[in-house]
């Protein structure tokens, strides 16, 4: 499964307008890489509530599909891997404990600091973020929502 497409795209088209420019280490690829943090969460999220819808579609029940979906996105608020590990624990302690065992502290730093960073964007003065940093963040980001997809979808115990 492909993740995080609308990012991705987002950051080419911000690194090619970055060389076309001559601008790297300037103010304006700072404010890219800003905005990219924001696209970033957003995505994270819907990502995660497209995991959600595929798991419910599992049970075959389209009322109980919907009922779990509007839940998700009542209950999960923020994207941090620890709310993201408490809402998978939702669906039982072998989901959470398998999520929180296909991630590395390298990962969860990584990851955890993009979403700190998004916030100080949104709420406060802004991050020091570069485009560069933002391609390991996203390779972050992905690995925390394919454990999330194989903490949800597989065998829990697996």
């Known amino acids: ?18 060389d076309a420019t001559s601008s790297s280490g300037s103010e304006v690829e700072a404010f890219l890489a800003q905005y990219l943090l924001i696209v970033l ?28 979906l509007a839940s998700s996105k009542k209950i999960l608020r923020s994207v941090k891997i620890n709310e993201l590990s408490g809402f998978v624990g939702g669906f039982g302690v072998e989901r959470k404990a398998k999520f929180g065992g296909l991630l590395d502290d390298r990962t969860i730093f990584q990851y955890n600091s993009a979403i700190d ?38 065998d829990p115990v697996g």
């Open 1 to 18: 499964m492909e993740w995080l497409l609308r990012t991705r795209l987002a950051l080419d088209e911000c690194r090619q307008h970055i």
């Open 41 to 68: 969460s957003a995505e994270i999220q819907e990502e995660i509530y497209r995991v959600v819808e595929m798991r419910a579609n599992k049970c075959g029940d389209r009322e109980i599909c919907e009922f779990t």
């Open 117 to 154: 960073n998004r916030h100080s964007v949104a709420h406060r003065s802004g991050a020091q973020v570069t485009l560069a940093d933002m391609l390991a963040v996203i390779e972050s980001a992905t690995l925390v929502l394919q454990s999330a997809m194989a903490a949800l979808m597989d």
